[in-house]
């Protein structure tokens, strides 16, 4: 069954601490994998696309690691500002232009 | 990547109405686009796949009659929610297929409250 699994379902930290978010995938046949932030009462916005062959990808405070052989992602934010605060969607498509969502992670950044 | 955008961002409408939300794309030519909807602290999920000039296809259990979509041009998809109800109260949000690896484009959503 293609699944998507993030850990932890939420998580509070202070301003200027680091965290990583956790996503465990089966779908099958893979060929990507995607972190979105999605602010409350927004729509998702991609933060990174892992592909088969990358293991790190960073962009800005946010960097992306994948394991494909354990399928296994991690999305690691340094340095966290109170915009930060927001749920963290791991994403990885199947067949058909479908994607499969993780249950996303509800981060609290606290000052 | 793509640019899309949603009117309303949020509607408050009566139990028994029925409430027409826009998807568009602003930037891109989409034959396909997709419309989720979001519950309280849930991720997204599928509603249906709207396809340029045809029929959508619904995900199961989606009521097709309920939730009318028409993509009558290739930057335009509308989401009817018929004869609303308080359980149809969601966060609805469209999205256009664009570019390579299966991406695609979120649009800001669309808060409905059926009263």
């Known amino acids: 069954k293609n699944q998507v699994e993030q850990s932890p379902q939420s998580l509070i930290i202070l301003e200027g601490k680091n965290c990583t978010l956790q996503?465990?995938?089966?779908?099958?046949?893979?060929?990507?994998l995607r972190w979105y932030k999605q602010d409350t009462g927004r729509g998702p916005v991609s933060l990174t696309i892992?592909?088969?062959?990358?293991n790190t990808k960073s962009n800005g405070r946010y960097t992306a690691t994948l394991d494909a052989d354990t399928k296994q992602s991690s999305l690691h934010i340094t340095a966290s500002q109170l915009s930060d605060s927001a749920s963290y969607i791991c994403?990885?498509?199947?067949?058909?232009?479908?994607?499969?969502f993780g249950g996303g992670t509800r981060l609290m950044v606290k000052p | 990547g793509a640019v899309v955008s949603q009117h309303p961002s949020r509607v408050i409408c009566k139990s028994g109405t029925s409430v027409k939300i826009e998807c568009r794309s602003l930037?891109?030519?989409?034959?396909?686009m997709f419309w989720y909807r979001q519950f309280p602290k849930q991720s997204l999920m599928l509603m249906a796949t709207?396809?340029?000039?045809?029929?959508?296809?619904?995900e199961q259990g989606v009521e097709k009659d309920k939730f009318l979509i028409n993509h009558a041009s290739l930057t335009l998809s509308t989401l009817t929610v018929t004869s609303a109800h308080p359980e149809d109260s969601s966060f609805y949000i469209c999205?256009?297929?664009?570019?390579?690896?299966?991406?695609?484009?979120f649009g800001p959503g669309t808060r409905l409250t059926v009263l």
């Open positions: 709207s396809n340029e000039g045809s029929k959508a296809t619904y």
């Open positions: 892992m592909t088969f062959s990358e």
């Open positions: 994403v990885v498509p199947r067949a058909g232009n479908m994607l499969t």
């Open positions: 930037d891109f030519q989409a034959t396909t």
């Open positions: 999205s256009v297929g664009a570019g390579g690896r299966d991406e695609q484009f």
């Open positions: 996503c465990n995938y089966t779908v099958s046949p893979f060929s990507n």
